[in-house]
């Protein structure tokens, strides 16, 4: 695998589900990113973590709750989401600030 | 309020004309521009930048200007090519140093459609 991967690609679940996306980078990088792109609106930055510390939360609803367990590997974990958090939602990473390199996403449709 | 505008939605051009996308942004912090091509079931791609130390930087058929007194960018593709039909997203933030404080903060546009045509 190269550059950064997510899984799965795309996901259906419901309201009461507990569901959790997976990114994982193979470039050595040690900042990854969490962003959220709905429909008709620009890319929003969700969470971002900087050496496994989480250094912003962007006002994101406790339902998404991130986990950075080392600098390759970030999860979001999903719990009690609304239709309206369907999206498609994108990973990334940086090596330190510098440019941002995009996984493919996972589009996620809530029920 | 948007600080990052790209007004067209979409373009179409010739193959082998000029494309220019345009993006305008508010924030007079910005010092650092990318532009970001996604493919449909891909994640954005990164294509070249700009610091406002420059006004022009060019990458082969890629050529991004910036005119920091309108607060203004455009990306110029040249001769555009089928390929080259993807969502182009601006993006701006305050210069990258590393280690410092919210530097790593991308505000995006919301993209601009470019179709190619044969």
């Known amino acids: 695998e190269t550059g950064v991967t997510q899984t799965p690609r795309h996901l259906v679940m419901g309201m009461t589900n507990k569901k959790s996306l997976k990114c994982e980078q193979h470039l050595g990088h040690n900042a990854m990113y969490w962003y959220k792109q709905s429909a008709k609106k620009p890319l929003e930055l969700m969470f971002v973590?900087?050496?496994?510390?989480?250094?912003e939360n962007n006002s994101v609803p406790s339902r998404f709750s991130p986990e950075c367990p080392n600098s390759s590997h970030l999860f979001l974990h999903l719990h009690t989401l609304q239709p309206e958090d369907s999206a498609l939602y994108l990973c990334a990473s940086s090596q330190d600030w510098g440019v941002q390199f995009f996984g493919p996403g996972t589009r996620l449709t809530v029920l | 309020d948007q600080q990052v505008k790209q007004n067209s939605p979409s373009l179409s051009v010739q193959e082998g004309r000029i494309s220019i996308l345009n993006c305008d942004y508010t924030n007079s912090m910005f010092d650092y521009f990318l532009w970001y091509k996604k493919y449909p079931a891909e994640g954005p791609t990164f294509l070249i930048s700009i610091s406002s130390i420059k006004d022009k930087n060019e990458d082969g058929r890629f050529t991004v200007f910036l005119n920091k007194s309108a607060k203004h960018l455009s990306l110029h593709i040249v001769p555009s090519q089928p390929g080259d039909s993807a969502v182009y997203f601006c993006a701006a933030s305050e210069f990258p140093l590393v280690g410092g404080g919210s530097n790593y903060k991308l505000t995006f546009g919301k993209g601009t459609l470019l179709t190619v045509n044969p």
């Open positions: 973590y900087s050496l496994e510390e989480r250094v």
